[in-house]
């Protein structure tokens, strides 16, 4: 077993006792491999090993990353989610590669990635970035900004709004860290009291997935756990 898919099995333990822990069933709760930095070879570990979900950050690697793995696994049905910050001159790029956006914090970004998806694709999943611990330094929406964005992003066509992604800051406290997510939570549930019916919470790391679970994270971003130290040029 290479050492990808032993890290896939450890996590997809983790995942299993966290659930149970939490009361919830394992199944509810989507492994999705932040694969950024790391190229086809990592990937196809991974694919080999039964993972079919991948995020990536960067657009130009991802776009590339995206064709070569249907050239090498034509068979696998893969599903590729785009997490990174979104600038307005990428969207068709986006709009044409991804089944999955995580990180739509602007109507404007929604609107263009509505008018430039391939209709013969379907729908684009949308989950609504919100900024949770207000750091300056993160993308997201504000809490109070988010109904009336998520009312806007409902109302586009090409566009699944399925929920809401958050990356908290980094705490090594358990409490402040479930806070966090209990509040993103709180938010989502919200949004579905208005009527919205969304059905994602993309929110967990490696560091935190434990507490992510416990607070209804169904999508689960895993990068270092499964793929080791990332390499920055």
């Not at 199944?27 to 196809?44: E, W």
């Amino acid at each position: 077993m290479s050492p990808i898919a032993k890290n896939l099995q450890h996590v997809r333990s983790q995942i299993v006792v966290s659930a149970e822990r939490a009361h919830r069933a394992p199944s509810s709760i989507q492994l999705l491999a932040v694969s950024k930095t790391f190229g086809t070879d990592a990937v196809m570990e991974a694919v080999r090993a039964g993972q079919q979900a991948f995020g990536e950050n960067y657009l130009q690697e991802a776009l590339e990353k995206i064709a070569a793995m249907k050239s090498l696994a034509p068979a696998a049905q893969l599903q590729w989610h785009f997490i990174g910050p979104i600038q307005s001159n990428k969207t068709r790029p986006i709009a044409e590669s991804f089944d999955w956006v995580h990180s739509v914090d602007r109507e404007k970004v929604a609107r263009r990635l509505s008018e430039q998806r391939p209709p013969e694709l379907g729908a684009l999943n949308i989950c609504l970035q919100v900024n949770i611990s207000g750091e300056q330094s993160k993308s997201g929406l504000a809490p109070e900004e988010l109904p009336a964005v998520a009312a806007q992003v409902a109302a586009l066509p090409n566009l699944a709004l399925r929920g809401l992604m958050a990356i908290p800051e980094p705490s090594d406290d358990v409490a402040r860290q479930r806070a966090a997510f209990a509040a993103v939570r709180g938010l989502y549930e919200s949004l579905r009291a208005d009527g919205l019916p969304l059905d994602t919470l993309s929110m967990g790391m490696s560091a935190d997935l434990e507490v992510a679970v416990a607070e209804g994270a169904t999508i689960v971003r895993i990068g270092s756990a499964i793929f080791g130290a990332r390499n920055y040029m």
